[in-house]
C-alpha cells in the first residue's frame, strides 16, 4: 500500500543569531574573513573621499540651474505648456499601475517619492519658480487619480496605450505650437527644448516608432520573398555595424546634401531619426529571435484551418513571438533611453547637454563638473531602474503564467 | 511540364491575375523595389544638384591626396604629409590598439566582479551588486563624462604622481608602466625555451609509455615539477650562454620635470580605456554570472560523487557549459567595446572616428570618409560574427 502523507510539517526554521550569521556569511574559511576585511577596506577608503566630497560639494549648481536641466531654454513665459502637458507622465504612470498591478508599483513609488522629495526641498532651499514647485506637488496626486481610473473595470491595457500615443501627440504640439504670431500658443523652436523633457520625449517617441519597424523588418528578414529579405538584411546589419554617435555625425552633417536646398532639416528630428534607425535594426533582431521560437506545426496547423498567411502572421505568429521577446524588447527600450544621452556630443540640450553647457557656459560652475554629472546619472538611474523593475515583474508574471 | 511558366501564371486554373498567389507575390516585391529606388534616385539627385552647386568632388582619388592635418598618436609611422587614407589607418590601428587592450581588461574585471557576486561572503557579493546595479542603470556617456572630467582634473603632478611600486606611475603627464625591453638575443632565447617545452612534451609521453609496461605510476619521476624543471633548466641555459640578456625590466623614473622609461600610455587613452572596461564590465559581469548560475547544482553534486575533486569539477563540468552559454554574449560586448570607442571623441584620443572626424573638418570629404568609416565598422562586424560563428560550431551539441 502507499502511504500518502496528508499533513507535513515544514522544515523546522532556523533561527540564526547574528554572531553565527556573521561567521556564517562573512568569516567562515579563512580566505573569506581576508576578502572582507578587504572589503571593509575598500569601503572606507571610498567613504572616506565620498563623503567629505559629498558634504562640501557645490550643490548650488544643480539647484540653481534645475530649470535649465528640466526644461533647457524654454521660454519662461511658456512655461506653463510644459507643465501641463507633462502632467501626462504621472497619468500614465498611475493609471498603468492602475492597470497592470504590482508589475508597475515599483516605478509609480519611485516616481511619486522623486516628485514628494522634489517638492519638498524646493519649498525649503531650491530657487525654483512656483510652476515646478506646484508641479512636483500635484503630480503625485496626479499619479493617485490616474491609478483610481486605472483600477475601474472598464478600463483596458488598451487603453494605456492609446493615452501613450495622443499623450505624446499632443505634448509636443503643445511645446511647438501654432505659428509665429499666435497669440495663445506661439511657435516655440526645437532649438530652445531642453533638459530633462527632450530626453523623455525623444525616449518615448523612440519607444512608440522603434518596436513596429523592429517587427516589420524582422517580418521582411523572415520573408520568403528575396527583396524583402535582401533589404532587411542589408538595413540590419548596416545600422547595426555602425556606432550611433557616427550616425549622428552622419545625419547632421550629411543631410544638408542628399535633401533639396531649400529644407533645413530640424536638428533634433534628425538625432531623433538616428537613434530609430540604430535601435530599430536591433529590434529587429530581438523580435526574430521570437519569431523563430514560433513551432512550425502552429503555422502549418493555421494554414490547414484556411487561414490567410496575412492573419497566420498576425495571429498566430506574432503575439506568440512578441510574448516570448518581452524582456528583450523592454531590455532594448532601456538601451534606447540611455542612448538619447549621446545627441549632447552634436550640441543638443538634451539632460546631458543642459548639464554641459551649465559647466561650460558659466564660470562659476567651471569646478562643479562631478555634482552636475552625479546629478545627471542619478536621474538617468531613477529612469532607468524602474524601467528594469518593470521588465522584472513582467519576466516573474510570465513565468507564472507558463506554469 | 509547362515551358511558359510566364503565360501559365496568367491565367492558372482560371484564377484572375489579381488573386493569383504567385503573381501577388511578383507584384508586391516591384512595388517595393519601385519605393526604394525612388527614394534612393530622390536622394542621389539631391547630391548631384547640391555637389554641383556646391562645387563639391565627389571622387573617391581624393582620399589618396595629402592629408596636411596632424594625428596625435599613432601606432604606424605617421606624419601630416601621408595621403588621408594613411591618416585613417593610423586611426585604425589606433583603434584596434584600444579595442585590445580593452578586450582583456574588459574580461579580466568582469569575470572578477562576475564571481565575486557569486561569493558565499555576503559583503563581497553585496559590493559587486552595488557595482554592477550603479553602471549598468546609467549611459556610457554620462559615465564617461564624469570619469573624464573627474580623472583629469584630479591627477597629479609629476612630482605627486601616484606610484604603485613595480607596476608604474601616473600624472596629468600621462600613464606610465613598467615594460620590457627586449634585445637581439630575445630570438635565441625562445628557441632554447621552446627546445626545453619540446623536450619536457615528448619526456611526458615516455613516461606514461613506460607506465604502462610497469603498470604502476612510476612516482617521483613522472611529475609535474620534473617537466617544469627541465623547462627551467632550458630557460636559464638560454639566458646564461648568451653575452646579453634577452629582456630587461625598464621602470619609469623621473628625470627631470618628467617620467622616462616604463611604456607610456596618454591620458587620453587611460581616460577611454578606464572608462569602456570599467563600463563595459558591469555588463560582463552578469554574463558571467548567468553562465556560471546556468550549470544545474545537481551536475555538481553528480560530478562530487563520483568522485572528482573540486578542481576537476570547475574544470570539466562547470566551465565547459558556462562558456558555452557566455561566449556569444561576450563576443556582443566586445562588438560594444568597439563601437563605444567612438566616445573617444570626448577626450580626443586620435581613434578610427575621431581621426574620420578631424578629416571631414579638415579636408571636407565628408561623404568619401563616412563611406569608407561604415565600410571599416561592417569588416568589424563580419570579422567578429565570423568568431562567433566558429565558436557556435565548435560547441554545438551533436544531439541524435
Redesign the interface.
Same mark, same amino acid.
Not at chain 2, 561569493?119 to 563581497?124: E, G, K, R, V
Not at chain 2, 549598468?136 to 559615465?143: A, C, G, Q, T
Given at each position: 500500500m502507499v502511504e500518502t502523507i496528508t499533513s507535513s510539517t515544514p522544515p523546522p526554521r532556523e533561527s540564526i543569531d547574528p554572531l553565527t550569521w556573521l561567521r556564517r556569511n562573512l568569516f567562515s574559511p579563512w580566505y573569506n574573513a581576508v576578502l572582507t576585511l578587504l572589503a571593509l577596506y575598500l569601503i572606507f577608503t571610498l567613504l572616506n573621499k565620498a563623503v567629505p566630497f559629498l558634504v562640501s560639494a557645490q550643490w548650488a549648481a544643480v539647484t540653481t540651474n534645475l530649470r535649465i536641466l528640466l526644461v533647457g531654454q524654454y521660454p519662461q513665459s511658456e512655461l506653463w505648456r510644459v507643465g501641463s502637458s507633462f502632467l501626462y507622465i504621472p497619468f500614465l504612470v498611475g493609471i498603468a499601475w492602475g492597470v497592470w498591478g504590482a508589475m508597475m508599483r515599483p516605478f509609480a513609488l519611485i516616481l511619486i517619492a522623486v516628485a514628494v522629495g522634489t517638492a519638498a526641498t524646493s519649498f525649503l532651499v531650491v530657487s525654483l519658480s512656483l510652476g515646478f514647485q506646484l508641479w512636483f506637488a500635484v503630480s503625485p496626486f496626479v499619479v493617485l487619480a490616474g491609478y483610481m481610473i486605472g483600477r475601474m473595470d472598464f478600463v483596458r491595457p488598451r487603453f494605456v496605450l492609446i493615452a501613450w500615443l495622443v499623450s505624446l501627440v499632443t505634448t509636443i504640439f503643445l511645446l511647438r505650437g501654432l505659428g509665429e504670431d499666435s497669440a495663445v500658443l506661439p511657435y516655440v523652436p526645437t532649438m530652445k527644448w531642453g533638459g530633462l523633457i527632450v530626453t523623455i520625449l525623444i525616449a518615448q517617441a523612440g519607444i512608440t516608432v522603434v518596436l513596429p519597424i523592429g517587427v516589420i523588418l524582422a517580418l521582411a528578414r523572415q520573408s520568403e520573398l528575396w527583396f524583402f529579405k535582401a533589404a532587411a538584411i542589408a538595413y540590419i546589419e548596416i545600422l547595426r555595424a555602425t556606432p550611433l554617435l557616427c550616425l549622428l555625425f552622419l545625419m547632421l552633417i550629411l543631410s544638408p546634401m542628399f535633401l533639396p536646398d531649400i529644407t533645413t532639416p530640424d536638428r533634433l528630428l534628425l538625432a531623433f531619426i538616428a537613434i530609430v534607425l540604430n535601435n530599430s535594426a536591433y529590434m529587429a533582431e530581438n523580435v526574430r529571435g521570437g519569431l523563430q521560437s514560433v513551432s512550425r506545426g502552429q503555422i502549418e496547423a493555421a494554414q490547414a484551418l484556411g487561414m490567410r498567411n496575412l492573419y497566420v502572421t498576425l495571429f498566430i505568429v506574432l503575439p506568440q513571438a512578441l510574448r516570448a521577446t518581452i524582456p528583450a524588447i523592454v531590455g532594448q527600450f532601456i538601451i534606447l533611453f540611455k542612448d538619447v544621452a549621446i545627441v549632447a556630443l552634436v550640441g543638443l540640450m538634451d539632460l546631458l547637454g543642459a548639464a554641459y553647457a551649465i559647466i561650460l557656459g558659466q564660470d562659476q560652475w567651471r569646478t562643479a563638473d562631478p555634482e552636475v554629472f552625479l546629478f545627471v546619472a542619478a536621474v538617468y538611474w531613477v529612469f532607468t531602474y524602474g524601467m528594469s523593475s518593470v521588465s522584472r515583474g513582467v519576466e516573474h508574471r510570465m513565468r507564472a503564467g507558463a506554469d | 511540364m509547362s515551358v511558359r511558366p510566364s503565360l501559365e501564371i496568367l491565367n492558372y486554373h482560371g484564377v484572375p491575375v489579381w488573386r493569383n498567389v504567385i503573381f501577388i507575390?511578383y507584384a508586391?516585391?516591384v512595388f *517595393?523595389?519601385l519605393a526604394?529606388a525612388s527614394v534612393v534616385g530622390f536622394?542621389a539627385v539631391?547630391?548631384m544638384?547640391?555637389?554641383e552647386?556646391r562645387g563639391?568632388n565627389l571622387s573617391f582619388r581624393l582620399l589618396q591626396t595629402n592629408a596636411g592635418f596632424d594625428v596625435p598618436y599613432s601606432l604606424i609611422p605617421y606624419d601630416s604629409s601621408r595621403s588621408i587614407l594613411y591618416a585613417f589607418l593610423a586611426g585604425l590601428s589606433n583603434t584596434i590598439r584600444l579595442v585590445v587592450i580593452g578586450a582583456v581588461l574588459t574580461t579580466i574585471v568582469g569575470i572578477i566582479i562576475g564571481l565575486a557576486r557569486l561569493?558565499?561572503?555576503?559583503?563581497?557579493s553585496k559590493?559587486a551588486t552595488v557595482y554592477v546595479?550603479?553602471l549598468?542603470?546609467?549611459?556610457?556617456?554620462?559615465?564617461a563624462?564624469?570619469l573624464f572630467?573627474?580623472l583629469l582634473?584630479t591627477l597629479p603632478q609629476t612630482k605627486e604622481a601616484w606610484r604603485i611600486p613595480g607596476v608604474g606611475v601616473a600624472s596629468n603627464r600621462g600613464i606610465y608602466t613598467t615594460s620590457l625591453d627586449f634585445s637581439s638575443s630575445l630570438v635565441p632565447w625562445l628557441l632554447f625555451v621552446a627546445a626545453g617545452l619540446m623536450a619536457a612534451y615528448m619526456l611526458r609521453r615516455l613516461f606514461f609509455r613506460y607506465e604502462e609496461r610497469l603498470g604502476r605510476l612510476a612516482r617521483p619521476l613522472n611529475t609535474k615539477y620534473t617537466l617544469l624543471l627541465i623547462v627551467t633548466a632550458m630557460a636559464v641555459l638560454g639566458w646564461v650562454v648568451q653575452p646579453t640578456a634577452p629582456f630587461s625590466i625598464n621602470q619609469p623614473v623621473l628625470e627631470g620635470v618628467n617620467f622616462r622609461g616604463g611604456m607610456r600610455f596618454t591620458t587620453e587613452f587611460f581616460a577611454i580605456l578606464a572608462a569602456l572596461t570599467l563600463y563595459i564590465a558591469s555588463y560582463v559581469a552578469e554574463i558571467v554570472r548567468g553562465a556560471v548560475q546556468s550549470v544545474p547544482g545537481g551536475q555538481l553534486e553528480a560530478a562530487r560523487a563520483l568522485g572528482m575533486s573540486y578542481k576537476q569539477v570547475i574544470w570539466n563540468i562547470v566551465l565547459p557549459q558556462a562558456a558555452r552559454i557566455a561566449v556569444p554574449p561576450m563576443i556582443g560586448q566586445y562588438v560594444n567595446l568597439t563601437?563605444?570607442s *567612438?566616445?573617444a571623441?570626448?577626450v580626443g584620443y586620435s581613434e578610427v572616428?575621431v581621426v574620420s572626424?578631424t578629416a571631414?573638418e579638415k579636408t571636407g570629404l *565628408?561623404?568619401q570618409i563616412?563611406i569608407l568609416?561604415?565600410v571599416t565598422?561592417?569588416i568589424?562586424?563580419?570579422i567578429y560574427s565570423l568568431i562567433g560563428n566558429w565558436y557556435n560550431r565548435k560547441v554545438l551539441i551533436v544531439e541524435r
Open positions: - | 507575390r508586391m516585391q *517595393a523595389a526604394v536622394l539631391n547630391l544638384n547640391n555637389a552647386q563639391v561569493s558565499s561572503n555576503w559583503l563581497i559590493l546595479e550603479g549598468r542603470n546609467i549611459p556610457l556617456i554620462v559615465f563624462f564624469f572630467y573627474g582634473t563601437k563605444g *567612438a566616445l571623441i570626448v572616428f572626424r571631414i *565628408a561623404l563616412f568609416l561604415i565598422y561592417l568589424i562586424g563580419v
